[in-house]
């Protein structure tokens, strides 16, 4: 079992900046990928960025060049960073562990993985 526990989140204009983290506990060991996802009401949750223990990472098309991660792997951390926000950036945002039967983001490629371990979630609202 993996628990999430995300922090950061809140409200900010278009153009502006927030800071995520993602704190990870348990077992933890065999997890080679966390990830983050977002989902508005009505719609389904997406992926958006995902760290891989390669020290690669993966981003969406939407985010690219705008959100870059950091992780912080003796914390159990890592951070998502997202700058120049959008209004279409706004829903809940949760980190998410690697765990087999979940969710698979990308959704094909080398790079996807699959996720089934999920925090609680962090609210982003973005304002025109």
């Known amino acids: 079992q993996i628990q999430l526990v995300e922090y950061g989140g809140g409200s900010v204009q278009a153009g502006g900046s927030l800071r995520l983290s993602c704190v990870a506990s348990?077992?933890?060991?065999?997890?080679?990928?966390m990830a983050w996802f977002r989902q508005v009401p009505g719609k389904e949750r997406e992926g958006v960025a995902a760290f891989y223990t390669d020290g690669t990472t993966y981003f969406a098309d939407s985010v690219k060049g705008r959100f870059t991660l950091s992780p912080d792997l003796a914390k159990n951390t890592v951070h998502l960073h997202m700058n120049n926000l959008k209004p279409d950036d706004t829903g809940m945002y949760y980190c998410?562990?690697?765990?087999?039967?979940?969710?698979?983001?990308?959704?094909?490629?080398?790079?996807?993985?699959?996720?089934?371990?999920w925090g609680q979630g962090t609210q982003v609202a973005v304002s025109s």
């Open positions: 998410a562990a690697e765990g087999y039967g979940g969710t698979w983001f990308p959704p094909r490629g080398p790079q996807r993985c699959q996720y089934n371990y």
């Open positions: 348990g077992n933890t060991a065999n997890s080679a990928c």
